[in-house]
């Protein structure tokens, strides 16, 4: 049986249906390839990202939206608000936002997004400083916190910080009742990796005062914070004065400064009330005026010249000028080679002189006037500072004698006292030699315990035992209007009457080995030949040991600004 006719048409329409099938499946194949791989692209970038994300993470957080509110200071930058002391901030400013420059005390990190710093303003004013950081990154990011945190001791830093309570008293914090939220902190000069003296050795009492070689390096005494006293050692005298910056920015050093400034003005505001005129007298001088051989001498163009021992001639020059009165405060220079805690080859002296118009117990008088004037001055101005020195070096109060009850002892009373009631080794001292130290203070103490009193003067010094310019006393040549003033049993000034009767004096320059035609004698001897100059006498005070006996410290190295000894010349 033969099969049906094929329809052309129909045979010619059924080949190109199977071409598009084909073209179909091929098409969605590629589709899908081309999907996969835009996928694997998609979550390559994903991971990219993610990755970036970590790292971004693990180096500090987001981007930093704080940048501007720290860092190293530059000249642009500017902190635009109120600047308040530590000593005067109060209730009046809280919530406020202030600004403060201070040195960091201390700094440590609490977790990751807190750091707490001690900053210092001057002194031993300290404040707690806290950082945290914002939850949107600004005005405090972490990674503002984590530089905080990192500051190096003793940086100075510019804050700018919103005045806050505590949640308790800041017990490490001189100023306890506030603390001070930082927004703001920028580094104006960065202290060292470690320091070679902390603030917690330096605030210590001095372990030796044995001061070697200045230019020896000294060791490293270990970097704490000030409120770590229990942990920190003391360090060497040797020490403290090759780091000055550290020594002297010790709070109980900066409380000494204090007490030896405030002395200097009470005994200016005394004598300025009773009519005294202050001059200035020179430490470059032609000779060895006083005849000793303690001086030093330096080349002077073709000649040579000395530094001053005293300010004792101009003093008499200024009397003999027609004033009543006079002082000078200034530099005094002794060629002793002492090396001993009450000695310095360089100190300050507070020198005055007055006309004597009936006896010479009127200069006694006017200087017992301005030694209770500056002593109970300090009782009231430096009330502080004195209680912190003594939380540093322990001392009992000095004690001062009632008003008219001020103990003048004869050289010859002290002596006796010694004799009778003294030590062993000082029952036969003599009326004719001068004191030693340990007799000195060992009078001291018998004072103290019979009369109430650490400050007394003995009068009547032995004539062997006074220079040249000291007059004798008209009853007894032995002895002489000569006097003594002493703090704890030290001396602390030494004076008397002087000779104003050239023929007197020129006796009592031989009666001494001294030719009165000497260089600087001669000169000396001629101011009273030139004029008739009155009566007149006076002292000299070493200010370095009236603040080292007042505050009983160990050495009167620890109360000069930069003292000079026979082994030290620097700084």
Request: net charge negative; hydrophobic share 35%; glycine share 8%.
């Amino acid at each position: 049986m033969s099969e049906p006719p094929v329809d052309p048409a129909q045979a010619a329409g059924s080949a190109p249906a199977d071409g598009e099938a084909a073209q179909s499946k091929k098409g969605a194949k590629k589709a899908e390839a081309k999907a996969k791989k835009e996928a694997e692209k998609a979550r390559k970038a994903a991971e990219r990202e993610a990755a970036a994300a970590a790292q971004k993470a693990a180096s500090g957080g987001n981007e930093d939206l704080a940048k501007e509110n720290y860092g190293d200071i530059t000249p642009t930058t500017k902190v635009d608000t109120d600047k308040v002391q530590l000593k005067k901030l109060g209730e009046e400013h809280l919530g406020k936002t202030i600004k403060l420059r201070a040195w960091i005390q201390n700094a440590r990190m609490q977790g990751a997004k807190m750091a707490f710093v001690e900053l210092r303003e001057e002194r031993n004013w300290t404040i707690q400083g806290v950082m945290a950081a914002s939850a949107e990154g600004k005005p405090v990011s972490k990674q503002m916190v984590k530089w905080v945190g990192a500051l190096r001791l003793e940086s100075f830093v510019l804050v700018e910080a919103t005045v806050q309570k505590p949640l308790e008293p800041v017990k490490s914090c001189k100023v306890s009742d506030y603390e001070l939220h930082l927004t703001k902190c920028y580094l104006i000069a960065s202290g060292p990796e470690v320091l070679p003296l902390g603030l917690n050795a330096a605030n210590r009492a001095i372990a030796s005062f044995e001061d070697e070689d200045p230019s020896a390096p000294t060791e490293a005494v270990e970097n704490l914070s000030i409120t770590e006293s229990a942990a920190a050692p003391s360090a060497s005298l040797s020490t403290h004065l090759n780091n000055p910056a550290m020594h002297k920015r010790a709070p109980v050093q900066q409380a000494i400064a204090d007490v030896r400034m405030t002395v200097r003005k009470l005994f200016a505001e005394y004598l300025d009330s009773k009519d005294f005129v202050q001059f200035e007298a020179p430490c470059l001088i032609g000779a060895a005026s006083e005849g000793g051989a303690n001086v030093f001498s330096l080349p002077y163009f073709e000649k040579q010249a000395f530094l001053a021992q005293s300010p004792q001639f101009y003093k008499q020059i200024e009397i003999a000028g027609g004033r009543k009165r006079v002082y000078c405060i200034g530099p005094v220079f002794r060629a002793e080679n002492s090396n001993t805690p009450r000695h310095m080859t360089e100190f300050t002296g507070l020198d005055l002189e007055m006309e004597i118009e009936d006896d010479y117990h009127e200069v006694i008088t006017m200087i017992e006037g301005v030694m209770l004037y500056i002593f109970r001055g300090l009782q009231e101005r430096c009330k502080e500072q004195i209680d912190l020195i003594r939380a540093i070096y322990p001392s009992d109060d000095f004690l001062l004698p009632e008003p008219g009850k001020e103990v003048r002892l004869t050289f010859a009373e002290g002596q006796k006292l010694l004799r009778e009631e003294g030590p062993e080794e000082f029952r036969h001292v003599s009326d004719d030699e001068d004191m030693s130290t340990p007799q000195e203070k060992a009078l001291g103490a018998l004072v103290r315990k019979k009369y109430g009193t650490d400050f007394y003067v003995l009068d009547k010094f032995p004539e062997g035992a006074r220079p040249f310019y000291t007059i004798e006393d008209p009853a007894n040549p032995k002895v002489t209007n000569a006097y003594d003033f002493f703090m704890r049993g030290q001396e602390i000034l030494s004076g008397g009457q002087r000779i104003h009767v050239p023929e007197l004096l020129e006796a009592r320059l031989r009666k001494k080995g001294i030719d009165p035609a000497s260089p600087g004698i001669r000169e000396y001897v001629d101011v009273f030949r030139s004029a008739g100059v009155p009566p007149h006498g006076g002292g000299g005070i070493g200010l370095d040991r009236v603040v080292a006996w007042y505050l009983n410290l160990p050495s009167v190295h620890l109360t000069s600004y930069y003292p000079r000894t026979p082994k030290r010349l620097a700084p």
